[in-house]
């Protein structure tokens, strides 16, 4: 079992060695290899690779956190556009105008047109004595006509010069007075004004044509002038 | 001519022959049990099972010897083994590996003797008395009896004496290295191992017959 030469001084004897080589012959158990041999490959591991077992489930953590950020932005997003978009309604505002009342202008006409020539069959029979009326009426229209498009140039003038002075963008006055101005602008006549029957006629011809807003408006405008008897 | 020409041609083979197998033993790489220590700090568990089955059937003999049950013997075993590769990190190659081994097992015995008091007296160890096959029944016979007699003269030896004559003979160390383990002065252990093997050698000269 010794390699080690005897030396002069060993009290060694060969023969009782070479007895108990001989008689010593027992193995290691297998079972004890296994345990021993598992645990060194336990330990030898190189440390990078344990550094590598905590660094996974960062990595993940990481992972994860970058997707769920993502996620949010990507859910935040049309709201800040919405915000953005919510934020500029001086330059909307004109745009929109302009483009109502150039849908609305030759509506207007055609619908005056279609009035017309609606007019003398509806009134044939009532309205015959009222020519002066039409007269006033067809005086009425050529006037709001101006009136719409003296709104617009001003619309158009105020627009272009926002677009010129951005600090303009700050202020919402000027815009406000225009959309009040633009608002209580009138599509009924005056003369069916003067009559609720017509007034309502009028509104509904508004609403049949789109213009909603505009019959909303003279609506509330019938409700001022005509308002509801009170219920007793 | 013609013979010498002939031994000239042989000659290159029968050279080469002669070479390799007068070399062969000389350069089998068999590295020393420090560099594999070392090689296993540094992750590499091929060096380790070298260095393991190089040592476990002798350290697991003394073991079983010192401790005289299986059972025992295993667990101070594996505990050994566990401190070395516990301390595979710190691990200087100052000394012999095998000195650096039987100590770390020598203090895991001593360890369990101070946990196990009752430890001593009980022995399960049988010894193997398988006969071989090549022998002749009167020869196998007699070194049953011989090696069943060193056996039980081993086991009869005083703690102090079995320790160091099982480090000699299992570990192959040196006087010196047997008194660094057993914490003992070199003359010290040289007369435990001289009462010891003169004890074994008179159980061998025993005669079978007598009692």
Same mark, same amino acid.
């Given at each position: 079992m010794t390699d080690t030469p005897m030396k002069? @001084? @060993? !009290? &060694? @004897?060969p023969r009782v060695s070479a007895a108990y080589r001989e008689m010593a012959d027992e193995r290691t158990p297998e079972h004890l290899d296994h345990v021993i041999l598992n645990a060194a490959r336990g330990a030898a591991r190189p440390r990078w690779n344990r550094a590598i077992a905590w660094l996974r489930p960062a990595a993940w953590v990481a992972t994860i956190g970058v997707c769920l950020a993502i996620v949010i932005e990507i859910s935040l997003l049309p709201d800040q556009e919405q915000a953005e978009f919510d934020s500029l309604p001086q330059e909307a505002a004109p745009a929109t105008e302009i483009k109502r009342l150039e849908d609305m202008r030759p509506q207007s006409a055609e619908s005056q047109k279609a009035q017309r020539m609606q007019k003398p069959e509806? =009134?044939? *029979?009532? @309205? =015959? !004595?009222r020519r002066s009326d039409d007269a006033d009426a067809g005086a009425s229209a050529d006037k709001h006509e101006s009136s719409l498009e003296e709104a617009e140039t001003r619309v158009r003038q105020r627009t272009v010069s926002d677009v010129q002075s951005p *600090?303009? =963008? =700050? &202020?919402?006055a000027p815009a406000a007075d225009m959309a009040q101005e633009v608002a209580t602008e009138r599509y009924c006549r005056e003369s069916e004004t003067a009559d609720p029957n017509a007034w309502l006629e009028c509104i509904l011809e508004l609403e049949r044509q789109g213009l909603y807003d505009a019959a909303r408006l003279e609506r509330e405008l019938l409700a001022k002038a005509f308002p509801p008897p009170e219920l007793p | 001519m013609a013979v010498t020409s002939r031994l000239l041609r042989r000659a290159p083979r029968a050279l080469s022959q002669s070479a390799s197998l007068a070399y062969a033993p000389a350069m089998e790489h068999r590295p020393e049990d420090s560099a594999l220590m070392l090689r296993y700090r540094d992750g590499d568990v091929a060096a380790f099972e070298t260095l393991y089955r190089r040592h476990k059937d002798a350290l697991f003999r003394y073991l079983l010897r010192l401790c005289r049950q299986r059972a025992a013997a295993e667990d101070v075993f594996q505990e050994a083994w566990g401190k070395i590769i516990k301390s595979r990190d710190n691990y200087r190659p100052t000394a012999k590996f095998t000195t650096f081994l039987y100590h770390v097992a020598h203090n895991c015995f001593i360890d369990y003797v101070r946990r196990n008091k009752r430890h001593g007296n009980t022995a399960d160890i049988e010894p193997d008395t398988q006969p071989d096959g090549a022998d002749c029944p009167e020869t196998l016979v007699e070194k049953s009896l011989a090696r069943r007699r060193l056996d039980t003269a081993v086991r009869s030896l005083p703690d102090e004496q079995r320790d160091v004559f099982l480090l000699y003979e299992e570990a192959g160390l040196s006087l010196e290295e047997i008194a660094t383990i057993t914490a003992c002065k070199r003359e010290t252990a040289k007369s435990r191992l001289r009462y010891a093997v003169r004890k074994l050698r008179a159980a061998l000269d025993e005669s079978p017959e007598a009692p």
């Open positions: 002069k @001084d @060993d !009290p &060694g @004897d509806s =009134l044939q *029979a009532s @309205d =015959l !004595p *600090a303009s =963008l =700050l &202020g919402n | -």
